[in-house]
């Protein structure tokens, strides 16, 4: 149980062009999501929150018109990541927790995206 | 908001020996803490957590104590084995809305045979 999924898992691009990254909870309603970024070697950088219905709380320095996070059902929350440029390539992965489990504080993460901006 | 160290940065072991990685967290109020496994590109797996209520919590060979007075917290794995390493993050749960967790900076652990 507890399986995230996101897609896709790998992506190449032009620089100006933008990405969309699904983040689906496949066995479990998930009303939050979180979307992390993580640079070779470092740790997990939480950008934003995601909440089904509502609009994204971003971290602080994270760009809310770069990043557009939308949550559209209790399954499903998209990262796009809007003009890339090389700086923006990186492994972008999502969580989420079970909505009415018994440790809601859990993330379980999904396999994550790695975006190669060119 | 919360703040969460990690260290040591990297451990290397032999195999059977004991591994123990240590973070500390800011805010007092925090009552979440979760360990993670995260193998080279893989997704961070969580390995154990505890609550504020508990000062330790066992799972085979994986412990986690936690010292609320000096906010501190340790995970300890035993008899280690080769596919025990990996990097392990710890975390914290910051206090507010939507459970957000703070993680450290992560420990990557060889165990060597």
């Known amino acids: 149980g507890a399986v995230v999924s996101q897609h896709p898992s790998r992506v190449i691009c032009k620089s100006g062009t933008s990405v969309k990254i699904e983040c689906r909870s496949l066995d479990f309603q998930a009303t939050t999501m979180f979307w992390y970024r993580q640079f070779p070697k470092k740790s997990l950088m939480l950008m934003a929150t995601s909440n089904e219905g509502s609009k994204a709380t971003y971290e602080q320095g994270v760009e809310k018109d770069k990043f557009l996070i939308n949550h559209a059902s209790l399954t499903l929350s998209t990262l796009t990541v809007t003009s890339a440029h090389p700086e923006d390539s990186s492994f972008y992965i999502c969580s989420a927790s079970i909505t009415g489990g018994r440790v809601q504080e859990t993330q379980y993460f999904g396999p994550g995206t790695r975006l190669l901006v060119l | ?113």
């Open chain 2, 1 to 113: 908001g919360e703040n969460v160290e990690q260290h040591p940065s990297t451990l290397s072991v032999q195999e059977g020996d004991s591994a123990v990685i240590k973070c500390t967290y800011s805010d007092s109020a925090s009552n979440y803490f979760p360990w993670y496994k995260q193998e080279l590109g893989k997704r961070p797996q969580l390995i154990i957590d505890i609550r504020s209520n508990v000062g330790e919590k066992k799972d085979q060979r994986i412990a986690v104590t936690l010292n609320k007075t000096a906010k501190h917290f340790s995970l300890h794995i035993t008899e280690t084995q080769p596919e025990d390493s990996a990097v392990y993050f710890c975390a914290a749960k910051a206090i507010g809305g939507y459970n957000k967790l703070i993680f450290g900076a992560g420990t990557r652990l060889a165990v060597h045979p």
